[in-house]
């Protein structure tokens, strides 16, 4: 059988995604806002998803078994402890201040470069009139 084609009772990351949101009892249109992504994306995505994709996948719903979705092996959903939960928790909030500082930083470069730029036009007009 050739690499790229699957035997037909193997499911794709795709179709065990429609499982889970079905038993999340959810439109797709939903459970793709709720995540982040376009519809489009997840109907795209047979066999193969990006890393940003499966991040926010997991990131709003953390009880989604990585290993079944993407082997399809083991439980659908595992248990996440309260500990896990508030793990999460921090690490999310303290992402959120990195991004934030990082957007201030950004605006901060955008600044100082038009202040270079501005500089170097005072340079460029001192020496023509030397």
Same mark, same amino acid.
């Given at each position: 059988m050739p690499e790229n084609q699957q035997p037909k009772n193997e499911q794709t990351?795709?179709?065990?995604l429609y499982v889970f949101v079905n038993t999340l #009892?959810?439109?797709? /249109?939903?459970?793709?806002? *709720?995540?982040?992504?376009?519809?489009?994306?997840?109907?795209?995505?047979?066999?193969?998803?990006?890393?940003?994709?499966?991040h926010r996948i997991y990131k709003t719903y953390p009880e989604l078994n990585p290993t079944?979705?993407?082997?399809?092996? #083991?439980?659908?959903? /595992?248990?996440?402890?309260? *500990?896990?939960?508030e793990i999460i928790a921090?690490?999310?909030k303290e992402n959120m201040r990195l991004t934030e500082q990082i957007a201030l930083?950004?605006?901060?470069?955008?600044?100082?470069l038009i202040m270079l730029e501005e500089r170097d036009k005072i340079i460029s007009k001192l020496i023509e009139k030397m």
């Open positions: 990351i795709r179709d065990r #009892g959810i439109p797709m /249109r939903e459970f793709a806002k *709720k995540c982040g992504i376009y519809e489009t994306t997840i109907y795209s995505s047979e066999r193969f998803m990006g890393n940003d994709l499966l079944w979705l993407q082997l399809g092996t #083991g439980a659908m959903l /595992r248990v996440i402890k309260t *500990k896990d939960m921090r690490l999310d930083m950004e605006g901060q470069i955008t600044r100082l």
